[in-house]
């Protein structure tokens, strides 16, 4: 018996130290798979005959955003292209001779317009070279064709789909669940138009939301279709009407009837098409938008000025980026934020600083101690804001205090106002059998277990809380006022929580001037009185092996499979429920655009 046991243990102690070896030399190899993905990307060696493959799929960030984890539990569409990439690579296939024209390959596109509007005027820019542009597709969707319709030449798959119907917002009400349940939602806030909570407390959509979406949605309609029609020479009028009768089911020979698409191919041939423009070279090479960023480049002087450009990209958020794990790449978080701009700051070689926006908004804290790093930064050097896709709610917050303001014509912005949505599920314990009792030393002493199911809240503290949030949204609107140099009347007559689209939002006051990232940097180079000077790209972008390390240390490996597994929304759930982002300022609506 004695022997049995020292054989079992010895054996289960090697088992172990099997196991730990083949852990230790499978992590040696991780790290060193992933030090080489984040060392520096090999370069590649451009040779005459070369075409710029644009590839229309998966997310276009402002910056690339691929989270190491995500590749391995995610799905394709997981894939992030970086916006600042593509308008480089294409500028790269204007001015390099051994490019000889760029083939824009459509797929699962998700991006904005307010995102695909820089690279459609890149590619008017690029046609100005002689070369060629060529777009293929199995199928086109509205956001893509507004990009490919700049193109020499539209091909289709012979049995593709043309998708013109027009946009539609479609939003989904839980309230009848929620009622069936026993929960109901406690609603504070300021904005007449502020939606957001609407998904939860209501069976249809206010008069006030409808009215707003119906107007930025036929603002971002009227652009897609001018845009189309400029470069298809095809009437709005009859755009529309092809819209009306929903193209998507049409045989793809009704696109090139409406000229909308020029033929149909099958892409081994396209690809020949292409060889053929390129002089019908044999050896022709088709180089991605990565390969072509990577071709060694003759460095120029290093000037002592330069301009920032700061990255905000996603939802504002509290506290570390670490310590969202997963999806730190789409938070703004405030201790990040406030360093980068204290840096910026002090740092006497950086003359002026641009900040890129791409943010929903979210906690009223952070935004308001971004605020302050802004407006602190703004006393000593020009800051120029230039907006993404959306720039509403605190990502207004954040750029009300900047010298200048751009945006896209289709930018999503404004929706000054604020609220606070808090369950209540005191109908549900009784259903579930249980009851609550308390012992409290004032009056008040229990308000913060109120509406989670032991009592409803009192009339009293509903002006409380209400008290709280109408305070919050007088320093918002104080904020917007200052910055904007209008009263608080104005900023409340153009805020109550609605958004605009950024050709409305100049006519409000609300920006400065229509534009996209470069407008923005030139702006700020002349504000800054400088014209030698280097760009420089903020937050510096971490490794693969350090975002790896932070995700697997900051205790979110849990967060991290419930949004490769589950997806993005259902992750933001969690983070809610988990006190990470309370309170948000949820988009409240999805443009139908597939």
Known sequence: ?????????????????????????????????????????????LTDNTVLQLDLSGRINDREATDFMSGFLGSP??????????????????ENDKIRGIYIKNGGISAGYATLEPIRKALIDFKESGKFIVSYGDYYRQGSYYISSTADKVIMNPQGMFML??????????????????????VFKVGTYKAAVEPLT???????????ITSYMNCIWSRLLAGISESRSITLEDLNRYADEYMDFSAPEKAIE??????????????????????????????????INSVPTKKGKVSKDKIAVLYAEGQIVPGESRSYGVLSDNMITDDEY??????????????????????????????????YAVSELQKVKPVIVSMGDVAASGGYYIACAADVILAEPTTITGSIGGFALIPEGVELYKKIGLSFDVVKTNKYSDMNV??????????????????????????????????????????DAIGQGRVWTGVQALENGLIDQLGGLEDAIKIAAERAQITDYDVNKYPKIKDPFTKLMEELTGGNVKATVIKSFLGEEVYKQYLLTNGKTMPLDLVQALLWDY
């Open 202 to 212: 209501e069976t249809k959509m206010s008069a006030e939301n409808r009215e707003q």
């Open 165 to 186: 119907h027009g946009m539609a917002a479609n939003m989904q009400f839980s309230k009848g669940l929620f009622d069936k349940l026993g929960i109901k939602f406690e």
């Open 258 to 291: 409406y000229g909308l698409v020029d033929t149909l191919m099958y892409v081994t041939d396209v690809k020949e098409y292409i060889k053929q423009l390129a002089g019908g070279s044999k050896d022709i090479k088709f180089a991605s938008v990565s390969k």
């Open 1 to 45: 018996m004695k022997n049995f046991l020292k054989m079992l243990l010895a054996s289960t102690l090697g088992v172990f130290i099997a196991l730990f070896l083949v852990w230790l030399i499978a992590f040696t190899m991780m790290i060193g798979m992933l030090s080489s993905v984040g060392s520096s990307k090999s370069a590649y060696m």
């Open 450 to 491: 109120a509406g989670i199911g032991s009592k409803p809240y009192t009339n009293e503290e509903r002006q409380i809380i209400q008290g709280y949030i109408n305070r919050f949204i007088d320093v918002f609107y104080t904020r917007c006022a200052d910055g904007r140099s209008k009263t608080k009347e104005e900023i």
């Open 338 to 371: 406030v360093k980068e701009l204290v840096k910026l700051k002090d740092d006497k070689s950086v003359k002026a600083v641009v900040f890129r926006i791409n943010s929903p908004g979210g906690s009223a804290y952070a935004s308001e101690q971004i605020w």
């Open 77 to 94: 569409s997981d894939k992030s292209t970086g916006l600042d990439d593509i308008l480089k690579a294409i500028n790269t296939a204007k």
